[in-house]
């Protein structure tokens, strides 16, 4: 990719759950505007790949496999991006477990803390980490990845609709405390994105109520991600910036459930 501008040109950036869908198409993005990329995630060699990709083209990248849920490993994604890079100026949250369907009344506690140790927890380590970074040197961009579960409801997904409900409210409240040493915090909330891969007759079927007549993209994350790290955004903070091609501000109901009613107990 070609752009003319390069707004995050110089600037430090790491980028969670970056070796697939939506977290690698704004590393991507961001190595083209120029920012010095940290594709961190699970799946090593994945992340490798990309961030070889992105070094092959001309950029600055590197891998760092971590568990966000785990706080020593996430201190060493940081140290590794000091030891590289010398600075951490973006923090992307987008690591998060997404397959995590299970009705409420076949839930337990281990399904439940998983997934806020991983979705919300995780985000706080990163999120904790930088701003003391970024606070320091007055100046710094975290962006949070949320969803439409944090202010409607999937069905089978309590878990996943708290943490995220936890996302946009750790995002206004880190705002206020971060706010006076300089460093913004914003949330980004992903409408029906195909960020793995749809079968055409469940894309064509998602986008059937969505206004804008389609899915999205995970490359059409990005420009809003970069919009958010740079320069550009600079007197924005706790803002959600919802990129969902119109779908939560209809009144009927997206074709987007993946929970359904076939899927609830049957009890006696």
């Known amino acids: ?103 409420v009344l076949e839930a337990d506690i281990a399904w439940w803390s998983r997934i806020i140790d991983v979705n919300l927890s995780g985000a706080f380590s990163c999120s904790l980490l930088a701003a003391q970074l970024m606070a320091r040197r007055r100046t710094g961009s975290i962006i949070n990845l949320s969803s439409g579960g944090a202010t409607k409801a999937h069905r089978g997904n309590v878990a996943y609709d708290a943490a995220k409900g936890g996302i946009e409210a750790m995002t206004r409240a880190m705002a206020l405390d971060l706010g006076p040493y300089g460093v913004r915090v914003n949330a980004l909330v992903p409408g029906s994105i195909d960020s793995k891969g749809m079968a055409p007759e469940v894309k064509a079927s998602r986008g059937e109520n969505i206004p804008l007549g389609r899915v999205g993209e995970s490359a059409e994350m990005a420009g ?42 049957k009890l006696g």
């Open 1 to 103: 990719m070609t752009l003319q501008h390069r707004r995050l040109d110089g600037k430090a950036a790491i980028v969670t759950g970056a070796a697939a869908g939506i977290g690698r198409a704004i590393a991507e993005r961001f190595a083209a505007e120029g920012a010095r990329v940290v594709l961190a995630d699970q799946n090593a060699a994945e992340a490798q790949a990309v961030a070889a990709a992105i070094v092959a083209a001309g950029g600055a990248a590197l891998a760092v496999a971590v568990d966000v849920s785990a706080h020593d490993q996430v201190q060493r994604l940081f140290d590794a991006t000091i030891a590289a890079f010398g600075a951490v100026d973006v923090l992307v949250n987008n690591a998060a477990l997404v397959k995590t369907e299970r009705h």
């Open 224 to 265: 809003p991600a970069v919009f958010l790290a740079s320069d550009d955004a600079s007197y924005i903070t706790g803002h959600t910036l919802v990129v969902d091609g119109g779908m939560l501000v209809q009144q009927r109901s997206a074709t987007v459930d993946i929970f359904p009613l076939s899927k609830f107990p």
